[in-house]
């Protein structure tokens, strides 16, 4: 009967076993994930860049010279999306991870939160994407028929885009900051089976 019982019974959950002052990756798996996350993100860099270039001509060589109020509107739209997506970006492409030190949630719970962050960013997009579209349209504007209300409908929607820009890394997040992720659900998958902490004291 015992015998049955232990062919039935499930495997025991994985155990993390974590040192008190474990801080770098603590298996295989963590360590590769926390390699790709110590590098920095050139490509998405690049294009983030790319895109502020792309979109300031844009506006100021096609979109500005329209007859049409709402296509003239289109340009600092995109303007604000591509410099919201740089300021909430780029800190992203950044390394978030070394061999000495992997960041993610602690075995005891309380996993630190994004909002602060994502937050600041949105804010800082809102303010500085109207400076630019301002200072990108420049004197320039003054020989074209545009009513005070559209003037200040562009400085609005550049606002509006550059919030709705910096939370965009976030959906489509770089590979530094993937692998955190990744990381930190490893982590929290193995913490939820349980870890087992050592202390060592010497008299």
Not at 5 to 20: G, I, K, M, R
Not at 184 to 196: D, I, N, R, S
């Amino acid at each position: 009967m015992d015998a049955q019982q232990a062919q039935v019974s499930p495997a025991e959950p994985p155990v993390a076993h974590l040192a008190a002052s474990q801080l770098g990756p603590a298996t295989a798996e963590e360590a590769l994930l926390c390699a790709q996350a110590s590098t920095v993100d050139w490509a998405y860099l690049g294009a983030m860049v790319l895109a502020d270039a792309g979109t300031i001509v844009l506006d100021s060589q096609v979109f500005q010279s329209s007859g049409q109020a709402a296509v003239r509107l289109v340009g600092p739209g995109l303007v604000g999306l591509s410099w919201g997506w740089s300021i909430g970006g780029a800190y992203l492409t950044l390394p978030q991870c070394s061999p000495w030190h992997a960041p993610g949630h602690p075995p005891e719970g309380g996993a630190r939160s994004l909002a602060p962050l994502t937050l600041s960013f949105s804010v800082l997009a809102a303010v500085m994407a109207p400076v630019i579209v301002g200072v990108e349209t420049g004197e320039g504007s003054s020989t074209l028929v545009w009513s005070p209300a559209e003037r200040v409908m562009r400085l609005v929607i550049a606002s509006a885009t550059g919030v709705v820009g910096s939370v965009m890394p976030y959906a489509l997040p770089p590979r530094p900051w993937r692998a955190l992720r990744r990381l930190e659900h490893l982590q929290v998958g193995a913490t939820a089976h349980g870890a087992t902490l050592g202390y060592a004291v010497r008299f």
